[in-house]
């Protein structure tokens, strides 16, 4: 009896210190979910020694089977630690309780496993389930029973900001009311954006045509109908479409209607402490900016809980062509899924660039509180995007003759006559280039190689990038901005379209260092996905999944992505204390309160799903 006791005790002391221990940051970083068994396996050290170190492999046993020496970096600007990195590629034995060791320091047991198992790919999707508005969440379809919640905003009906904006100026109003039911929050607020929602939903149905356009049956099969936890499941449709679609009727009801004259600011302007002047337009096929509460309310509040008063503001030429982009998309996608609900999305995606292509200067630059901003002030790329969307289905000479006109034609990232930069939100000219790449389309052949070597050639750039990065990944830039892992993940868009096009397998493996970098190949050893690695991200930014604000509360669920490490703009109360005090990588906590380093969005979920569900299809 006393010895079963006490060997139990011990066991129990075994296993409270291996939790612990798996929490502790540890100096050897990998991804946390473990490695593919034919894939690239790297781990990186923060190390001062200016000398190559000895590191062993170990088995689940703790028996040394494979040895090898680290490569110095040297200092590594990005993380500001001095790094080494270690390459088990080698190394394709699947199991699990792997450790590496490199002198006293020892990674936390990992796994390598055949082939990447779907799951992550199924929670990023599910995120976008649980961000739904005007329907309840079931808890049938959610992985905990405290993650369901009633409906919020049932209906989401408003009518146009008519109230003193942050500088005193009162809006007029409209004469009418919108009901903009559906559709996802945006983020940890349940403000509900058009310029967001596009390349949102471009992202997700890109990742659905690149599966039918390249015929890759597992992807399909993911991604298809049955295939995710919905309530549509099961209806015929491919799942990852009928989720789109709870958004599309969102922006589709965000269209103004015929013979709508509403008061705009046109033209960029600027008034300082000012008033902005207000100019009257037809705006009809215009889109509204946003429908967003009146004043932002605290955290917690659950979406039914939300008391605010919404409105419709402004609409705007950006709002307009994201909706010209996207419904132009789906039109293509649906053509025989849904014929009406193709035929409808064509008419209000020419409806909107028409809109647009009237008024091509009405901004988002009003300065409203409760909601995000999502101004920019170029929209050369929505224009370009739109044009290339509506070709791509359509094949019609006037946005033949747009495209050509654009100084984006066929540009990537990198290359082309402008660039278009990194993508995002505000940066979207390579979402039309990788549609005119992919879809059949009329350009000429010659034309649509260039896109293709384009877009592979900003590959083989964000490939460079991550041979210049301390933690190898394909992301390099002197500061992090707002939502960095997005940005990370974008490029492994990029990366793995590259790898479909050219079959090159360095691609790919670009694409697994942007995801190693995320599930926890990183200086703070973190996990920046919820319910996946040792040490996953848990308290983020959000209105419902607040348990650290209050434990009443749910933690959120698996699969969402934090925005990341932003050093750039570090404006919330947790950022501000840290100014000075961390480098590129490290500017980030898990804190729900840092809304500029730690806040959720459907943008940044986006290209998570599209780049696990690439990976998931893609490895060997
Ligand atoms: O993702 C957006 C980021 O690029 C901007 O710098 C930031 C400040 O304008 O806003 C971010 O978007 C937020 C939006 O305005 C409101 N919902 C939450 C979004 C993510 O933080």
Excluded at 208 to 224: F, H, I, K, M, S
Excluded at 356 to 368: K, L, N, T, W
Aim: glycine residues 10%; neutral net charge.
């Amino acid at each position: 009896m006393i010895r079963l006791a006490a060997l139990s005790f011990v066991f129990a002391l075994a296993v409270s210190s291996a939790a612990l221990a798996d929490e502790t940051p540890r100096q050897i970083r990998l991804n946390q979910t473990g490695f593919e068994a034919q894939g690239p396996k790297r781990a990186i050290l923060a190390d001062p020694s200016k000398t190559p170190l000895d590191w062993t492999l170990h088995d689940a046993a703790g028996v040394a089977i494979v040895k090898g020496k680290t490569r110095v970096f040297g200092d590594d600007a990005a993380s500001g630690e001095h790094v080494h990195q270690i390459d088990l590629s080698a190394f394709r034995k699947a199991g699990d309780g792997y450790r590496l060791k490199v002198g006293a320091a020892e990674s936390r047991p990992f796994a390598i496993r055949a082939k990447p198992d779907g799951r992550l790919t199924r929670a990023a999707m599910s995120f976008f389930y649980q961000q739904r508005a005007s329907v309840p969440i079931e808890a049938k379809y959610v992985e905990r029973p405290d993650l369901a919640r009633p409906a919020g905003h049932a209906p989401d009906k408003a009518t146009c900001f008519d109230q003193a904006d942050e500088r005193g100026q009162v809006w007029p109003g409209c004469d009418y009311t919108l009901d903009a039911s559906k559709g996802w929050y945006d983020a940890g607020d349940h403000g509900k954006y058009v310029v967001n929602g596009g390349i949102t939903v471009w992202t997700l149905v890109n990742a659905w045509e690149r599966a039918t356009l390249l015929n890759r049956p597992g992807a399909l099969a993911a991604l298809g109908d049955g295939a995710l936890a919905l309530p549509e499941a099961g209806n015929g449709v491919p799942d990852l479409l009928d989720e789109v679609r709870f958004q599309l009727d969102f922006l589709l009801a965000m269209q103004v209607p015929e013979a709508k004259t509403l008061q705009v600011p046109v033209g960029n302007q600027r008034p300082g402490n000012g008033k902005l002047a207000l100019s009257a337009i037809n705006a009809s096929g215009m889109a509204h900016q946003k429908l967003a509460d009146r004043y932002w309310t605290a955290l917690p509040t659950a979406p039914a809980d939300d008391k605010q008063v919404r409105y419709l503001y402004y609409p705007t030429t950006g709002a307009t062509l994201n909706l010209a982009a996207v419904a132009a998309q789906a039109a293509r996608v649906w053509k025989t899924i849904d014929p009406a609900f193709s035929t409808k999305c064509l008419e209000a995606a020419r409806r909107a660039f028409a809109a647009a292509q009237r008024h091509p200067d009405i901004y988002a630059i009003g300065p409203f509180t409760g909601s995000g901003g999502y101004g920019d002030g170029d929209l050369t790329d929505e224009f370009y995007w739109a044009a290339a969307e509506l070709y791509a289905t359509t094949g019609e000479a006037t946005y033949e003759s747009a495209l050509r006109a654009s100084p984006l034609f066929l540009a990537s990232p990198t290359e082309g006559t402008r660039p278009t930069g990194d993508i995002g939100w505000n940066g979207v000219g390579a979402l039309g280039t990788m549609t005119l790449a992919l879809v059949p389309n009329g350009l000429k052949p010659a034309e649509i190689a260039q896109a293709r070597a384009n877009l592979v050639a900003s590959a083989g750039r964000y490939l460079s990038d991550d041979v210049s990065q301390g933690y190898a990944l394909p992301y390099a830039a002197p500061g992090y901005p707002w939502g960095s892992n997005s940005s990370i993940l974008n490029r492994a868009v990029v990366l793995g379209l590259a790898h479909d096009l050219t079959g090159e397998i360095a691609y790919r493996y670009g694409a697994v260092d942007a995801m190693d970098y995320v599930l926890g190949r990183n200086p703070l050893d973190q996990s920046y996905v919820s319910g996946f690695g040792a040490r996953p991200m848990r308290h983020p930014h959000h209105r419902f999944w607040a348990k650290q604000a209050n434990p009443a509360y749910p933690a959120p669920p698996s699969g969402v992505l934090s925005g990341g490490p932003n050093s750039t703009n570090m404006s919330d109360t947790v950022a501000s204390a840290m100014k000075g005090k961390c480098r590129p990588q490290t500017c980030w906590t898990d804190d729900y309160r840092a809304f500029t380093q730690n806040e959720v969005a459907i943008n940044w979920n986006a290209p998570l799903v599209w780049v696990s569900a690439f990976l998931d299809d893609t490895a060997r």
